[in-house]
């Protein structure tokens, strides 16, 4: 069930240390994508919540907002 969001979460860690290397030295990949995976999860969870089942458009729309946001914050406003 949180397979996708995980690997989403994942994919985008990687992306993220490889093309903005500078931005992100600070910036572990596990904490992004913890950042990522957390996001991911509690997007799925309220997906399944309003619309009643996976796999629909609008729960995978909301499920990229939920990994990219959290992992945006994290390299945005960074320690």
Known sequence: MFAPAW???AL???AI???WRREAK??????LWLWGAAGGTAANI???ILL???GRMAGYALLVLGVALPQWY?????R
Do not use: C
């Open 74 to 78: 994290a390299l945005s406003f960074r």
């Open 17 to 19: 240390k490889g093309l």
């Open 52 to 54: 009643g089942r996976d």
């Open 7 to 9: 690997g989403l979460a």
């Open 26 to 31: 600070s910036l572990s990949w596990r904490r």
């Open 46 to 48: 309220v997906a399944l």
């Open 12 to 14: 985008l860690a990687g």
